[in-house]
């Protein structure tokens, strides 16, 4: 029995290993007597993807979660290099007077 720690589903296909409906990683779910009765929402389900929608689903999740990059860090640059530049410019025409 695996479980989304999203959503809250529980899936009895242990072959799952991302949640079908928000793509997060399912977790290993331990025993915990439940408290809903059957007319309540919720319930398990049960969804035997294929290995190319497997294959897409884990495509997508890597997709959202890659890591960003660093655009700071050129951003930081410019700007020093911008300043540098600006003091060397006001250098030369104070050299120049």
Do not use: H, Y
Not at 2 to 16: G, V
Not at 19 to 38: I, M
Not at 79 to 95: D, F, K, Q, T
């Amino acid at each position: 029995m695996k479980r989304c720690p999203t959503c809250n589903r529980a899936f009895d296909d242990n072959t799952l290993t991302v949640c079908p409906d928000d793509g997060s990683a399912l977790t290993g779910e331990r025993e915990v007597p439940t408290t809903q009765s059957d007319g309540e929402l919720g319930g398990k389900a049960t969804w035997n993807p294929s290995p190319d929608q497997l294959a897409e689903i884990q495509q997508t999740v890597a997709a959202i979660t890659k890591p960003r990059r660093k655009t700071w860090l050129w951003v930081v640059i410019a700007i020093v290099v911008l300043l540098i530049l600006i003091g060397l410019a006001g250098a030369i025409a104070v050299s120049r007077l």
